[in-house]
């Protein structure tokens, strides 16, 4: 089994530009969700979706949008890149319930410059 | 508010000797506590997790957690450590959220294992 895809795995982004962060699982997870990594603050839920159709905000979701078409996809768009936004994302998925453990994905480390 | 600490940032342990990596937490309900392990350029994976039950928690790669409600704690162990369990290590825990439940991480603590 894929798991949970990510693409693409690095990205150089010029202040301004917009992108999409791709994700796919193959596990008919319900729920998933984007995480941003950086150094000393651990993981930061920036959005998640209950499932296709269903999307909310996480703890940093300015800069950030979300949309859920189909189960299996849960891209993740910048609309305008901001040094800021300089990390690590991950997206995770699981099952509904909550005493479910999440798969991750290997991560897509993006650069602003 | 929900929380995670994991008090130190790096924990050195020599090849062979027990390791314990200290987590403590705060929630308003049941806490449902995971551990995840990161090595270098890969995503999280998951270790070990506790939902009720027995306090003591067995997991992937021998390790195990110990749950601790009077010190709301789940600690991280394994008895023997190995050179390759060098990686960075998350608490997690999950709890209701609007709408459904989210995950609360944990800053992280980088285990190294010396030979």
């Known amino acids: 089994n894929a798991g949970v895809t990510q693409t693409p795995k690095f990205q150089v982004l010029k202040t301004g530009q917009s992108m999409t962060l791709q994700c796919a699982q193959d596990m008919n997870h319900e729920y998933m969700s984007w995480y941003r990594q950086d150094p000393g603050m651990g993981l930061r839920l920036i959005h998640y979706?209950?499932?296709?159709?269903?999307?909310d905000q996480g703890e940093v979701p300015n800069g950030y949008n979300v949309s859920r078409s189909t189960t299996e996809d849960f891209p993740l768009r910048l609309l305008s890149a901001a040094p800021s936004q300089t990390s690590v994302y991950f997206c995770a998925s699981s099952q509904t319930q909550e005493n479910t453990e999440a798969f991750f994905g290997q991560g897509t480390r993006l650069t602003v410059v | 508010a929900q929380s995670v600490a994991q008090p130190e940032d790096q924990v050195n342990v020599a090849e062979g000797n027990p390791l314990t990596v200290k987590c403590t937490y705060s929630?308003?309900?049941?806490?449902?506590l995971f551990w995840y392990v990161q090595y270098p350029n890969r995503g999280l994976q998951f270790l070990l997790k506790?939902?009720?039950?027995?306090?003591l928690v067995k997991g992937s790669y021998g390790f195990e957690a110990e749950f601790n409600k009077s010190q709301t704690s789940f600690h991280l162990k394994k008895p023997s450590a190995l050179v390759s369990d060098s990686a960075l290590y998350f608490c997690a825990v999950r709890d209701m959220w609007t709408g459904g439940f989210k995950t609360i991480f944990g800053a992280g603590t980088r285990l190294f294992v010396k030979a």
């Open positions: 929630v308003s309900g049941n806490p449902y």
């Open positions: 979706s209950v499932g296709a159709g269903i999307t």
């Open positions: 506790y939902i009720t039950g027995d306090n």
